[in-house]
């Protein structure tokens, strides 16, 4: 259903630009249809591995959190679980990063 909403919408965005280009009238930030939908495709991946990345992050605190309330934890399983969770937040806070810049937030 996603694809269709995308596909329908570089229709109509064609149609406009032809129209426009058609009545002698250059739109001023005129992109190509085909520009724009691998845009939205690439900021896409970045949002999907961002919240990948975010909810791997979760999982592995959540392992430290219940490695660290038993009653002998394994103090180097919790440090090597929220290592983990650390180095994931990281590369969601990359992947979030670049999904901003491609979307121009």
Known sequence: MRT???SLAMAVTAVAVAGISFA?????????VGNAAASGRNC??????AAKHQQAGDEYTALGKAEAAKSSPDRAKVARYYAMAQDEYQQAAKFKDLFDSCTGQ
Do not use: E, I, L, N
């Not at 002698?24 to 190509?32: E, H, K, R, T």
């Open 44 to 49: 896409d991946d970045y949002a999907t591995q």
């Open 4 to 6: 269709m909403k995308r």
């Open 24 to 32: 002698g009238v250059a739109p001023a930030s005129a992109a190509p």
